[in-house]
């Protein structure tokens, strides 16, 4: 009965919490026994605070018998990223001797203890949180549940995987260059990038730990197997009830503009169909969908965001490489007046060495950009879009200049075109809900995002969750876990 429970999604195990047919203790030996099982294979959770949380969880319990007042989450065991510190298993980011220090909570696992979760463990992370890939040499390759030869996608692949393998119900992750929303499509799950500034980015790591700093573009966001877990959980994380009205959940008043073009962005025709088929589906549940093309110019913006993301990264890099790529301004500058891509080395170069008069030039791009949104956020609730070009792809752990995607009918292009889709959310602080929009072709998952204005976060899970409700949800791994 108890692994039974422990494949549903957190509001139904929190629940059977709340009506005693199991017990916090029982619920978490539960949610570690099938870490044990499918950890070999999957990867997904690499370090574990057993002791502490095992103490969480029976105090947790005595406070239920006794009839004791108990938080949203009270009980239900999580996990959470390895990008945020927490007492007893401090952020590694994928270092070593980042793991090897003391650190207190960050704010957002603060909040979820607060709320009675009992955090057990951590999950993997690229170094850095610097890859759509989770791999790194502290603890090794985390494997997609849906296929192990492929990733979960990254940065939050730990997460979206122990998601989608039933090791946890809620998680909580980060993203700066679509590191909720990959993964969460790669894996079949959902994820929810705030509105920048929603929710407080203190003990992320990176930054350096101990940082107050609340970095552009960086935001930390609830991840689940359904949207109702994700609303739960963002009220969490948020400090208190959503603020936003949320819309009606009958789909018939749903505006939404479909976004499937623009013509710097490639696209795999098999996610192209799966979104086509996904955008029918809504139409026939009463939503009005309509395709629409690029609602801001697009390579106007991808300049402006390699500059804004640039200066955040570049902060993090050794002092060596920022002199390297500082003496290569000249080339860059030379590649890009030859039209070089807005995502190529030369403009990520320039990027990663932008003057403080260059980023606030983005930052003026982006303020009239966001501006340009309000026109089109005025005719429609959400604009439905790809997360990736791609379906999720095989491990490629070779620098990222010789990575290449490759389509479902054997057309490559730039790695760094994972940048594409999720750019117009991060670039302009815009939320952005991951959902499951169904399997391709060939069997894989495919996530859409929905994107809304800003501080809209309460209308995009609305509508999420109505899809959830009358179109599809979360589809488990058709391979045994």
């Known amino acids: 009965m108890v692994d039974d429970v422990l494949k549903r999604d957190a509001t139904d195990q929190l629940m059977a919490l709340t009506a005693k047919r199991v017990s916090a203790v029982e619920l978490l030996k539960a949610a570690l026994a099938q870490h044990e099982r499918t950890h070999a294979r999957i990867n997904a959770v690499v370090a574990v605070d057993l002791e502490r949380a095992m103490e969480r969880a029976r105090a947790v319990d005595d406070l239920r018998t006794r009839g004791e007042p108990l938080g949203l989450l009270a009980g239900l065991p999580m996990t959470v990223k390895d990008t945020l510190d927490a007492v007893g298993l401090p952020a590694s980011s994928g270092l070593k001797h980042l793991r090897q220090r003391q650190a207190e909570d960050a704010t957002a696992v603060k909040l979820a203890r607060y709320a009675g979760a009992v955090i057990w463990g951590k999950t993997n992370t690229p170094v850095m949180a610097g ?54 499509s790669f894996c079949g799950v959902y994820s929810h990038k705030p509105t920048w500034g929603l929710v407080d980015q203190h003990g992320h790591v990176p930054p350096s730990p101990g940082s107050w700093s609340q970095r552009d573009l960086n935001v930390i966001g609830p991840m689940a197997r359904s949207a109702r877990d994700l609303r739960l959980l963002l009220s969490v994380l ?38 086509e088929s996904f955008a029918a589906e809504l139409t026939a549940a009463g939503a009005q969908v309509t395709p629409i093309a690029s609602p801001v110019h697009m390579p106007t913006l991808m300049g402006a965001y390699q500059v804004l993301l640039g200066a955040v990264l570049g902060e993090d890099m050794p002092a060596s490489t920022l002199r390297n790529l500082e003496r290569m301004r000249g080339w860059a500058r030379w590649r890009m007046a030859g039209g070089a891509a807005p995502t190529s080395n030369a403009a990520m170069t320039l990027a990663y060495t932008a003057t403080h008069r260059e980023w606030m030039a983005a930052d003026a791009v982006r303020a009239r950009l966001r501006h340009e949104m309000s026109e089109v956020f005025g005719r429609f609730d959400a604009i439905l879009a790809p997360i990736t070009p791609v379906t999720a792809f095989p491990h490629d752990h070779r620098p990222f200049g010789r990575r290449k995607l490759t389509t479902s009918d054997g057309q490559a292009m730039p790695y760094t075109s994972m940048l594409n889709w999720i750019s117009l959310a991060t670039a302009l602080h815009l939320p952005a809900t991951a959902i499951p929009a169904g399997p ?39 391979m045994p876990i």
């Open 131 to 184: 890859d759509w890939q989770t791999f790194n040499g502290l603890y090794g390759t985390t494997n997609n549940p849906w296929d192990e030869a492929r990733t979960p996608g990254g940065s939050s692949g730990g997460a979206a995987a122990a998601l989608a393998a039933d090791v946890t119900a809620l998680e909580i992750g980060s993203d700066i260059g679509g590191s909720l929303r990959v993964p969460a």
């Open 238 to 275: 948020e400090g208190g009830p959503l603020a936003a009205k949320a819309p009606p959940s009958d789909l018939k008043e749903a505006r939404i503009a479909l976004w499937l073009d623009e013509p710097s962005f490639p696209l795999d025709p098999e996610v192209r169909a799966t979104i």
């Open 440 to 478: 391709s072709a060939s069997g894989r998952p495919v996530g859409a995002q929905l994107i809304g204005p800003l501080k809209g976060d309460g209308r995009m899970l609305a509508l999420a969750q109505a899809i959830e409700e009358n179109v599809r949800g979360y589809i488990a791994p058709a």
